[in-house]
């Protein structure tokens, strides 16, 4: 079993659409969630970045973290055409010591 | 301020030829990785360094696959020889290392590896 599990997809929606993207994961020393996004040919950028449980807004962004069902999702509002990329969650121990990734979800918006 | 740099973007080989990748990190930054991403499948680390040191390298397929970081700054991947099963992407990512910040990874674009 890997550590952390994300739906590949693909997911297809329409412009403006509302997008949910999650991950599951099983060890519980995970503390710091990241979910980065990845356009084709190119290396992953850093999205947006959350601490321990709880929600974090950034524009039409919104990472949730739920530490006791150990699941992590990703709420993109209003979607873009721009935003069609495959989106990595990612997590690490306090340490930083060594990340963890998702497959990625391969998100198409649609015009 | 320019970000990590890769080299090639991309290289085709034939099996059991060598290879090598170059990244150059984030200047100031002391923690470099180099993960390997295959098709459709999220980044898997191979190795990271502290400055010059390796600290994590137990995903490194040692027989065939090499690297360094002379100096803490640059830092080559190789492998020696290459099989079919090595194609993929090799990303290089380096970071703060330090604080909360230090979980921000910045990747290069990567060196796309194809060998025939």
């Known amino acids: 079993q890997k550590e952390v599990e994300q739906d590949p997809g693909p997911l297809s929606v329409p412009e403006g659409a509302i997008v949910s993207l999650n991950c599951t994961y099983s060890?519980?020393?995970?503390?710091?969630f990241m979910w980065y996004r990845q356009y084709s040919r190119k290396g992953p950028e850093l999205l947006m970045y959350?601490?321990?449980?709880g929600n974090k807004e950034d524009g039409r962004f919104t990472a949730q973290v739920d530490k006791s069902s150990k699941y992590i999702s990703l709420f993109i509002r209003d979607s873009q055409p721009s935003d069609s990329a495959t989106y990595l969650c990612?997590?690490?121990?306090?340490?930083?010591?060594?990340?963890?990734f998702g497959s990625g979800t391969k998100l198409n918006v649609k015009p | 301020e320019a970000g990590v740099v890769q080299s090639p973007r991309y290289k085709i080989i034939e099996k059991k030829q060598p290879v090598a990748f170059w990244c150059n990190p984030i200047?100031?930054?002391?923690?470099l990785y180099w993960y390997l991403q295959n098709l459709g499948q999220g980044p898997e680390l191979l190795i990271r360094?502290?400055?010059?040191?390796?600290?994590?390298d137990s995903q490194l397929p040692k027989d065939r696959f090499s690297a360094e970081r002379l100096k803490g700054v640059d830092s080559t991947l190789k492998i020696q020889p290459a099989e079919l099963g090595d194609s993929a992407v090799y990303l290089c990512?380096?970071?703060?290392?330090?604080?909360?910040?230090?979980?921000?990874?910045?990747f290069g674009e990567g060196s796309r590896l194809t060998v025939l």
């Open positions: 990612a997590m690490t121990p306090y340490n930083f010591n060594k990340f963890y």
């Open positions: 360094y502290e400055n010059e040191e390796a600290v994590d």
């Open positions: 200047s100031g930054h002391n923690t």
């Open positions: 060890n519980s020393a995970f503390q710091y």
């Open positions: 959350t601490y321990s449980s």
């Open positions: 990512a380096s970071s703060a290392g330090t604080g909360a910040r230090g979980g921000e990874l910045f």
